[in-house]
């Protein structure tokens, strides 16, 4: 068995390299590793191959607050966002700590030795070891890799195309002149649609609702212009600054005016589409930001839909034919591919089997402190971005803190930290632990997460700029965090709270 780990990063995506950076520059003296269970680093970005695929979050807000985003693209595919947080790797020397192909399975803490042990399988000898980590930080991402969300479609078996998922993309899949049909309506169906319509016959999205959507300029031209004047780093702090606000002002505006934001998007999606596309394809029954926004850079899905390479159907599927789809008011589709960007499928907690002392940890019974840590799960923190803000705005903010509390833990002799529940505190509401949000691919899953509270800080307040404020400079010393010293300096005596 190997040498006790400090930290342990559970993911080499853009999570887990991010918390590596902030981990050599903030507490270079721990001893620190990555395990990822592709081949490759990157997560989804390297994960995800699809015509178009790309961010829709701005790389000024989705870049880590580290290293400026320096392309001209703010709206970056792909490719160019693979290159950034690897090259963040390397620059930090990063890529050096990272194993590939190490499944963790299980991790189990042992109270009696006061760290984390995690089973391990090796994706090329199938073997498993156990590695020992006093504290892991988990940057697994949010959804299973190895598939997607697949609805069970009537007659798939008939369909004598193509039939393929997003996240697994034919590397081979030859679209050019044939017929292609995408379902969905969420940011890969409309990444999709613009990309294949390019080259393809008829590309048609086939929705079962409609999405709010909104456009988007792909560059920025106020950080193109600070970075021709600035040095790099300012014009980088300060384009972050202005777009964290106006996220932020944004999504404010879609809890207290939701009418007013609904007639802001249905306004600009009329003077997009013009005459040639009906606007109930763009009108969904839901309030913005019930569910999350999708982003169109440079007007390219409307633009599509316009010259008339791509067209929107807005109706519920019976049956797929050998030939296509039919639809429930019988009208059929015929497509010689059929695209199911139908969602993502999420899990918790990488779908590691989480013990303590070799019971199962029970999630759903147990209090998410901070949307970071669980009540009773010692020396453990999670990333989990906002839904209403740049995936990396938390990820920095979280890391950051965690950088905090190692420092904190290493000053005191503190080798456990568990967040527990206030004795004496009063009873407290149960929440789900994305609370406001109805999206279907979060409500399938909330009942095995965490529960959120009432009040802090038992909250996950889903609020970048009021938690990038209390992170730098909440006590590490609040009732809620419970230490432990090292066995060694307590000789056997009780844990006690800081």
């Known amino acids: 068995m190997d040498e006790v780990i400090d930290v342990l990063i559970i993911g080499a995506g853009l999570s887990g390299i991010g918390a590596a950076c902030h981990l050599k520059r903030e507490c270079p003296e721990l001893k620190l590793r990555l395990l990822e269970a592709r081949e490759r680093s990157g997560g989804t970005w390297d994960l995800f191959r699809y015509p178009g695929i790309r961010s829709d979050s701005d790389m000024h807000t989705l870049g880590y607050s580290f290293k400026p985003w320096e392309e001209a693209k703010a709206i970056a595919d792909g490719p160019a966002i693979l290159r950034y947080l690897r090259e963040a790797a390397t620059e930090y020397g990063v890529d050096e700590l990272i194993s590939y192909q190490q499944q963790?399975?299980?991790?189990?803490?042992?109270?009696?030795?006061?760290?984390?042990?995690?089973?391990?399988?090796?994706?090329?000898?199938?073997?498993?070891?156990?590695?020992?980590?006093?504290?892991?930080?988990?940057?697994?991402?949010?959804?299973?890799y190895d598939h997607g969300h697949q609805p069970d479609f009537p007659g798939r078996d008939v369909f004598q195309g193509s039939f393929v998922h997003p996240q697994h993309w034919p590397e081979d899949l030859a679209y050019a002149g044939k017929r292609v049909l995408v379902i969905g309506s969420g940011a890969t169906a409309i990444t999709l649609?613009?990309?294949?319509?390019?080259?393809?016959?008829?590309?048609?999205?086939?929705?079962?609702?409609?999405?709010?959507?909104?456009?988007?300029?792909?560059?920025?031209?106020?950080?193109?212009?600070?970075?021709?004047?600035?040095?790099?780093?300012?014009?980088?702090?300060?384009?972050?600054?202005?777009?964290?606000?106006?996220?932020?002002?944004?999504?404010?505006?879609?809890?207290?005016?939701?009418?007013?934001?609904?007639?802001?998007?249905?306004?600009?999606?009329?003077?997009?589409?013009?005459?040639?596309?009906?606007?109930?394809?763009?009108?969904?029954?839901?309030?913005?930001?019930?569910?999350?926004?999708?982003?169109?850079?440079?007007?390219?899905?409307?633009?599509?839909?316009?010259?008339?390479?791509?067209?929107?159907?807005?109706?519920?599927?019976?049956?797929?034919?050998?030939?296509?789809?039919?639809?429930?008011?019988?009208?059929?589709?015929?497509?010689?591919?059929?695209?199911?960007?139908?969602?993502?499928?999420?899990?918790?907690?990488?779908?590691?089997?989480?013990q303590v002392d070799g019971s199962a940890f029970d999630f759903p019974s147990s209090w998410a402190y901070r949307g970071m840590m669980c009540s009773g799960l010692p020396n453990l923190i999670s990333v989990f971005g906002y839904i209403n803000a740049s995936w990396t705005l938390r990820a920095d903010l979280v890391s950051l803190w965690m950088c905090r509390l190692l420092k904190h833990m290493g000053d005191n002799g503190y080798a456990v930290v568990t967040p527990q529940l206030e004795a004496g505190a009063a009873p407290m509401t149960r929440r789900p632990w994305i609370d406001d949000f109805s999206a279907g691919y979060m409500q399938r899953v909330m009942h095995r997460f965490p529960r959120q509270g009432d009040r802090e800080p038992w909250i996950n307040s889903q609020n970048y700029l009021r938690e990038r404020k209390e992170f730098e400079v909440m006590s590490m010393d609040e009732p809620a965090l419970r230490y432990e010293v090292t066995a060694r300096q307590d000789a056997g005596e009780e844990s006690r709270a800081a």
Not at 199 to 212: F, G, H, I, K, Y
């Open 104 to 144: 963790v399975l299980r991790a189990n803490w042992r109270s009696e030795l006061q760290h984390w042990e995690l089973t391990v399988r090796d994706g090329q000898s199938g073997e498993e070891r156990l590695i020992r980590a006093r504290f892991v930080h988990m940057c697994a991402g949010y959804y299973r």
């Open 193 to 354: 649609v613009p990309a294949m319509a390019e080259s393809a016959a008829e590309v048609v999205m086939l929705q079962r609702s409609p999405t709010w959507v909104v456009s988007r300029p792909a560059r920025d031209w106020l950080a193109n212009m600070l970075r021709a004047i600035l040095p790099n780093s300012w014009a980088y702090g300060i384009t972050r600054w202005k777009n964290t606000r106006l996220q932020a002002w944004i999504y404010r505006r879609t809890r207290t005016r939701p009418d007013k934001v609904r007639k802001m998007l249905l306004d600009q999606a009329r003077k997009e589409l013009g005459d040639e596309v009906d606007l109930a394809h763009f009108t969904p029954s839901y309030n913005p930001w019930d569910q999350r926004l999708c982003l169109v850079p440079d007007s390219d899905l409307f633009v599509a839909l316009r010259s008339g390479k791509a067209r929107v159907v807005t109706a519920e599927i019976e049956t797929l034919t050998e030939r296509g789809v039919r639809l429930k008011g019988g009208e059929e589709i015929a497509a010689d591919i059929i695209v199911s960007a139908t969602g993502l499928e999420l899990q918790l907690m990488g779908g590691v089997d989480m």
